[in-house]
């Protein structure tokens, strides 16, 4: 994939230099979850598994410690769905009429997370959790709430004002989240 990415994904490779190879992905291995939340995505996108170009999916490990999390995000243009191999997630979503659907997880559980719909997944026991997500989209685009809000230069009093956070909390969210302003 060395042509940049258009509306309709990635150029296709010609046919006679495609081999089996560009249909298997064997680097779906545990990622690092020593950062602030505790959590890892390995992804198996169009840009790591050139296969997935034009399938309309792709796939990621989901690695999250104890006390890990994914904090609420959304993904604007395709729906995830999540299987639990190992341990215990609560997860859940909001609706756009702001209901709020919820489940504790357990090994073989699978959850969907409809598109645009801001959701997250919390490891809730007491051993590290892994999942595996799957995407409706071989890139799946990704905004998470936490930065979008406090990991910019958003000038804080605007923040304070739509959000009913005062000064000293914005602040130290700023601060955790490396924003400015």
């Keep these: 994939l060395k042509t940049p990415q258009g509306l309709a994904g990635y150029s296709c490779k010609k046919l006679e230099l495609v081999t089996v190879d560009d249909f298997v992905f064997s680097r779906l291995h545990a990622g690092n979850t020593s950062n602030l ?5 390995t992804p198996a996108f169009t840009a790591q598994f050139p296969g997935v170009n034009g399938l ?3 796939i990621a490990r989901l690695d999250l410690a104890v006390g890990g999390v994914v904090p609420m995000h959304t993904h ?28 504790t997880l357990k090994t073989g559980d699978i959850m969907v997370f409809p598109q645009g719909l801001l ?26 709430l936490d930065f979008a ?21 914005v602040k130290k969210l700023k601060g955790v989240l490396g924003g400015t302003g």
């Design 149 to 169: 809000l406090f990991g910019n230069d958003l000038p804080s009093n605007i923040i304070e004002e739509t959000t009913f956070l005062d000064d000293a909390q």
């Design 56 to 58: 309309g999916i792709s």
């Design 37 to 41: 939340i505790k959590a890892a995505v």
């Design 76 to 103: 604007p243009d395709c729906s995830e769905i999540i299987v639990v191999i190992q341990g215990i997630i609560d997860a859940g979503f909001v609706s756009s009429a702001n209901k709020v659907y919820f489940k």
């Design 119 to 144: 959701h997250f997944q919390i490891n809730a026991g007491t051993t590290p959790a892994l999942a595996y997500v799957s995407f409706s989209s071989p890139s799946p685009g990704v905004q998470i």
